[in-house]
Nanobody, 120 residues
Framework: QVQLVESGGGLVQPGGSLRLSCSASGIILRIDAMGWYRQAPGKQREWVAGITTGGSTGYADSVKGRFTIARDNAKIATMYLQMNSLKPEDTAVYYC?????????????WGQGTQVTVSS
């Protein structure tokens, strides 16, 4: 059973920074991609950033230039989201996602979410 666990959320003032972490446990044969999504109250879940096995990254226009996604090369299936210049509209529950190949096939796995609140 593969599980993803996020950490690092919290309350921060506008213009501040936070760093989210995501770690996977379980037997993973291959990591196809990992990414971050977020869901604000009353809105649909949206993609924020992603990183492939090859290290290619992508960002939603709303966070480009402010957020940075990175992997921990020393730890399997561990990644981070460095969030700078945070705005009130970044307030949401942030979810870690991983597309992994396991013994039962290729599936998307999700973390439980971590709350990020940007407010003065």
């Amino acid at each position: 059973q593969v599980q993803l666990v996020e950490s690092g959320g919290g309350l921060v003032q506008p213009g501040g920074s936070l760093r989210l972490s995501c770690s996977a446990s379980g037997i993973i044969l291959r990591i196809d991609a990992m990414g971050w999504y977020r869901q604000a109250p009353g809105k649909q879940r949206e993609w924020v950033a992603g990183i492939t096995t090859g290290g290619s990254t992508g960002y939603a226009d709303s966070v480009k230039g402010r957020f940075t996604i990175a992997r921990d090369n020393a730890k399997i299936a561990t990644m981070y989201l460095q969030m700078n210049s945070l705005k009130p509209e970044d307030t949401a529950v942030y979810y870690c996602n991983g597309r992994f190949t396991t013994g039962i096939g290729v599936y998307d796995y999700w973390g439980q979410g971590t709350q990020v609140t940007v407010s003065s």
